[in-house]
């Protein structure tokens, strides 16, 4: 099974996504931000995510081609992109998994408390209202689950 984590940045799906494959031997957690070096700049930072990301996507098509179905794989990402999901989708579905978006649900004003910076969020959430509906239809499961409300 493929777990899709979406939700705008701060929002808890590390979190959540930490829970879920520390609860099952075997499992796989591709985040994107663990490929970013800590010690980039603010100025390298938005670089720095976009290659993580590259790399975690790349990683997480590699995991896919790799194991088995019954291999619990969760890619921690915004998924704001339907051609994303799209193509993690098929080639899941090729290999015979089963694909479950989860969408992290929790208020902007809090994702921004938490730190995510306020114009990336307000892009992801745009992003999000014109292509969610679209990538959900591309699962196997969909559900929105509400975040953690704390700062």
Excluded at 32 to 55: K, T, Y
Aim: proline share 5%; aromatic share 6%.
């Amino acid at each position: 099974m493929i777990i899709i984590m979406a939700g705008l940045p701060k929002s808890g799906k590390t979190v959540l996504a930490r829970q879920l494959s520390s609860q099952s031997k075997g499992s796989f957690h591709v985040d994107p931000a663990s490929f970013v070096p800590p010690d980039a700049s603010p100025d390298e930072h938005r670089d720095a995510i976009l290659c993580g990301w590259e790399i975690a996507y790349e990683k997480l098509l590699e995991i896919i081609d790799k194991n088995p179905s019954n291999t619990l794989i969760i890619f921690d990402t915004c998924a704001s992109k339907t051609s994303v999901v799209e193509t993690i989708a098929i080639r899941g579905k090729k290999a015979g998994h089963k694909i479950h978006m989860v969408f992290v649900e929790t208020p902007k004003e809090i994702c921004i408390k938490r730190g995510a910076d306020a114009s990336v969020v307000s892009r992801y959430e745009q992003q999000f209202i014109s292509s969610l509906k679209n990538s959900a239809g591309c699962c196997d499961k969909f559900t929105t689950i509400p975040g953690n409300r704390r700062c």
